[in-house]
């Protein structure tokens, strides 16, 4: 048998394999591609600039814990008349809130949210996944996946590793450990919303970064400050209603609640989580269908 | 009436104010139809509309007698390798044509043999588990033919498949296109080189400024390519021996030394392809990397039909 004969041969082997398995489905389109990015992504340049971000709480708990350690820091201190001692529990409670869901998270999903399509698009790799038989909203999930997996796994290690560095002065870490669990949902959840608000961005506007940077640092700081419904519109009002709950319950958190005094105001965790929901379920479904008809035209 | 496998009606595609492909109409049955015609004249367009990757600014484009914007599904028998040199460059040969071909509906074993299929039909086998960010340019345009092949679609839209290919890479490569057209696939290939697409077929679409300049007999073409001098940009390392060798070619016109580079003028290119293919694979001269040819001949050829 010759050369060419062989090939077609074998590509009728290939036809029938592909006839035989058929178009895969929405979710298995979206798995594949899951698969084929996440390498891509969490080896990427990004991911440097994702674990400098990270590593940032924990180089200040560590800080924190030596300051502790040697007695340089005084952390007990007097709060109308009343003696009070800031715990390693609300420590962490507290950077959970500051430096995680306000900072890390949301400037996570502002720098890999919005590159989900764009990075194809500047690579002028995107062609090679659209010109195959699975709809462009399952490319855009499957990105999404392992953009969720990316961040969860570089984040995630970094709160446990502050929970330990920090809970352990003058708190315990047995006590303290289902409250962390509580945190570590409550940041995976974050990274979720925040990351599917960011692809959205990334599949509408034509500068999806600058878009995302101004929503982090603007819309939402001032959101969750002016009085009245445009609260309602940001993702930290409901991610705030979640925190409390995630903080652990001790003498020291009166002054956490005085720190954080917007969440006497916060509506019931299931009114949270529900807003949570629809939000990221209405803003997924919002960028496929934005990248599913948008026409790319990658420069030359 | 047999539907087209490609069916281009009315198509017109603005950029904004500038116009890419205007008011073009063409049916593409079987066989090989190349798509000539110089840079910036519209072939990457009309290739890109075509595998539906850019939606009509007006007229239709139907790929196996549906419109192909928006319909995924007829791209399980559709292969495109385009013009643009991007990969996932940390990935193996083998890992990116079976992750595409997976994409393409394969299920992980079926995958993987025919992503190993298609590279060794690209002659890739032996640097399959090789990063493509270490491949040459040749490699790199085989390995982009590769995830086109690999599902085996009967459709096939090559885009400059042969840009920057060595000589043996090149005939290689032509060679392979014309047994896929021979199997019964329907293949599109756009090239600025007339030499190129004239190995591959006589069946030509001549494209300039975005319009459809002449479909048919590439003969006529060939008559009028002949009145200009043809040059070759020849990257090699041992250029100024290269450069002997051309010296006893009486077809060569002028040569110029560039670093790493000679360029060539000729009278009769045919015989020149043909004879530097015998060069690179006698090896008498060392190593050629690239064999490319700038446009300009094609451009005074077209800028003589619109003429016309």
Redesign the interface.
């Known amino acids: 048998m010759n050369e060419g004969a062989q090939e077609s041969v074998d590509g009728q082997d290939a036809h029938a394999a592909r006839n035989r398995v058929g178009r895969p489905g929405f979710l298995t389109s979206s798995v594949r591609v899951f698969d084929f990015t996440l390498s891509e992504m969490l080896w990427s340049r990004r991911t440097i600039f994702m674990a400098l971000v990270a590593g940032g709480p924990v180089a200040l708990a560590l800080l924190l814990r030596a300051f502790a350690s040697f007695a340089w820091l005084d952390f007990e201190g007097r709060v109308d008349g009343s003696s009070l001692e800031v715990t390693g529990p609300a420590i962490f409670g507290l950077m959970i809130w500051a430096f995680y869901l306000r900072f890390t998270v949301p400037v996570l999903g502002v720098f890999y949210g919005t590159a989900l399509i764009a990075d194809e698009v500047e690579d002028k790799t995107l062609t090679y996944l659209f010109t195959r038989p699975i709809s462009r909203g399952a490319v855009l999930f499957g990105k999404y996946l392992a953009y969720l997996v990316c961040t969860n796994l570089v984040v995630l290690p970094s709160v446990v590793l502050v929970f330990f560095i920090v809970v352990p002065m003058s708190g315990n870490i047995g006590a303290s450990f289902p409250s962390l669990v509580v945190d570590l949902g409550l940041l995976g959840l974050g990274i979720a919303v925040y990351g599917s608000i960011f692809a959205l961005i990334g599949a509408w506007f034509k500068h999806p970064l600058l878009t995302g940077l101004v929503f982090v640092f603007g819309w939402e700081p001032i959101g969750t400050v002016v009085p009245g419904y445009m609260k309602n519109l940001t993702v930290a009002y409901y991610l705030q209603g979640l925190v409390p709950h995630a903080m652990p319950q001790d003498g020291s958190m009166g002054m956490v609640r005085t720190v954080l005094q917007a969440f006497q105001a916060a509506p019931s965790i299931s009114f949270n989580l529900f807003w949570l929901s629809v939000i990221l379920v209405v803003t997924l479904l919002g960028a496929t269908r934005i990248v599913a008809n948008k026409e790319y035209v990658l420069e030359q | 009436m047999k539907t087209p496998v490609v069916s281009v009606q009315a198509v017109s595609k603005w ?1 904004g104010q500038v116009i890419g492909l205007n008011d073009v109409t063409v049916d593409i049955s079987s066989g090989i139809i190349g798509l000539l015609g110089p840079n910036g004249a519209g072939k ?1 367009t009309f290739m890109k509309l075509v ?5 009509p600014s007006k007229g239709t484009v139907n790929v196996f007698g549906q419109p192909i914007w ?1 319909n ?5 028998d ?3 390798a ?3 040199d ?3 460059e ?2 193996t040969g083998l890992e990116w044509v079976t ?9 992980e074993s ?1 995958a993987t ?2 992503a190993a ?1 298609a590279l060794s ?1 690209v002659a890739l086998s032996d640097v399959s588990g090789k990063r493509i960010g270490a491949y040459s340019k040749g490699m790199r345009q085989r390995v982009k033919l590769a ?1 086109a092949l ?3 679609p009967r459709l096939l839209l090559l885009d400059e498949p042969l840009a920057g290919m060595d000589p043996i890479g090149r005939r290689r490569t032509i060679k392979l296109i014309r ?2 057209a ?2 019964g696939k329907t293949i599109v290939v756009s090239s600025h080189v007339l030499h190129e697409i004239e190995l591959l077929t006589p069946n030509i679409l001549l494209i300039n400024n975005g319009r459809i300049l002449a479909e048919g007999n590439v003969h006529r073409i060939r008559e009028l390519i002949d009145q200009h001098p043809h040059r070759v940009h020849v990257r090699a390392a041992a250029p100024r021996v290269v450069a002997q060798a051309f010296l006893e070619y009486p077809h060569v016109i002028s040569l110029e030394l560039e670093e790493g580079a000679v360029v060539v003028e000729t009278s009769r290119p045919d015989e020149f392809y043909t004879q530097l293919t015998d060069l690179a694979a006698s090896g008498s001269v060392g190593l050629i990397d690239e064999v490319t040819s700038p446009d300009d001949n094609l451009q005074a050829v077209f800028e003589y039909l619109v003429e016309q």
């Open positions: 950029y990457s595998a539906g990757q850019l939606k928006g995924s599904m007829a791209y399980a559709m292969g495109y385009p013009d643009q991007a990969f996932y940390r990935m992750a595409l071909a997976r994409l393409s509906g394969l299920d079926a043999k025919a299929r039909s995830q690999a599902h085996d047994e896929w021979q199997a």
